[in-house]
C-alpha cells in the first residue's frame, strides 16, 4: 500500500514538473511573438500586442498535439497533426486571431478545426465559437481534448465548413484556416454587417496572401491584403 502511495506521488511530481516546464516554454513563446510581431511588421494595421497573445498565454498547445509532438508545441512553427493536416504556426495564430478583433460578446465561426488550438485561443477571448472540421478522426479528437481543457463555448461539428454553418449565424467574424481558391460566397452571406474574415486565398499547394474581408453596416465588403502565407487546402466538394 505504502509503495503503491509512494509510486502515485512520484507519478503526480513527475507530471507536475512537465506542466511548469511546459508553462515556462509557454511564456517564452509569447515573448518570441511580441519580438517577432514587431520586426515582421512596420505596418500600422498590423498590431500583435493585444488580446491574441494574452490568450495564447493561457491555451496549453501541448495538450492539442500527437504525443510525438509535444516536445515542439511551444516552438514558433506549425506541426504534423496527422492526416496529412497541421496546427498553424503560432504568430499566425496570433495575427488571424487579433486581425478579427476579438469581442466578449462576438460569436465567431471557425473553418478548419485541425487540433483546436485556433478555437481554444478565440474561445478564450469571445463569447462562443462553432468550429467545423472535414475530416472525422481530426474531428473527434479536437471535440474530445477540448472538452478535457475544459472549453464550454467550443461548439464542433463534422462538416464542409466551405458552406458555413447557417443555423448559427451570422457571425460576428469568421477564420478560416485552410487555403481557398476564392472566398466562398456562403461564409460572406453568412458574416454580420460591421463583421470580420480573415481567410487565406491563393493556389492549393503554393503561397496565398491572408486577407481580411470586412463588411460594412451597408453590406459592402472591403478586402485588404494582409501578408503571404501557406495553408493546406480547403477540400471539399464543391
Ligand atoms: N485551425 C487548426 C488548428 O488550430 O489546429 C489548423 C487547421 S489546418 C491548417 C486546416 C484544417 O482545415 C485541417 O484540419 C483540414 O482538415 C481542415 N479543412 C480543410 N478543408 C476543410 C473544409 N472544407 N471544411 C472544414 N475543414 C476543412
Known amino acids: 500500500m505504502k509503495v503503491l502511495a509512494c509510486l502515485l506521488l512520484f507519478v503526480s511530481g513527475v507530471a507536475c514538473a512537465a506542466e ?11 515573448d518570441e511573438l511580441e519580438l517577432y510581431a514587431r520586426q515582421a511588421h512596420g505596418r500600422d494595421d498590423i498590431r500583435i500586442d493585444g488580446p491574441a497573445l494574452a490568450a495564447m498565454a493561457r491555451v496549453k498547445r501541448h495538450k492539442l498535439v500527437p504525443a510525438s509532438e509535444r516536445r515542439f ?3 514558433n512553427r506549425p506541426l504534423p497533426i496527422g492526416y496529412g493536416q497541421t496546427i498553424s504556426q503560432p504568430y499566425i495564430v496570433a495575427l488571424m486571431t487579433e486581425l478579427i478583433e476579438p469581442d466578449g460578446d462576438d460569436v465567431v465561426l471557425e473553418v478548419g478545426t485541425g487540433s483546436g488550438y485556433q478555437a481554444a485561443v478565440l474561445a478564450e477571448l469571445v463569447k462562443h465559437v462553432y468550429s467545423i472540421e472535414i475530416i472525422a478522426a481530426l474531428a473527434i479528437r479536437a471535440e474530445q481534448d477540448l472538452r478535457e481543457l475544459g472549453y464550454q463555448n467550443i461548439t464542433t461539428r463534422l462538416g464542409d465548413g466551405y458552406y458555413g454553418w447557417e443555423e ?10 485552410a487555403a481557398a481558391t476564392h ?7 453568412q458574416l454580420k454587417p460591421g463583421g470580420r474574415m480573415v481567410i487565406p ?6 503561397t496565398q496572401q491572408l486577407l481580411l474581408l470586412e463588411k460594412t453596416d451597408k453590406g459592402e465588403v472591403i478586402t485588404r491584403q494582409i501578408a503571404p502565407v501557406r495553408f493546406v487546402p480547403l477540400t471539399g466538394e464543391h
Open 201 to 206: 486565398v491563393g493556389s492549393r499547394f503554393m
Open 73 to 75: 508545441a511551444y516552438r
Open 183 to 189: 472566398v466562398p460566397p456562403p461564409l460572406i452571406a
Open 168 to 177: 448559427h449565424g451570422p457571425f460576428d467574424a469568421i477564420v478560416v484556416t
Open 20 to 30: 511548469a516546464d511546459y508553462a515556462l516554454a509557454r511564456a517564452a513563446l509569447i
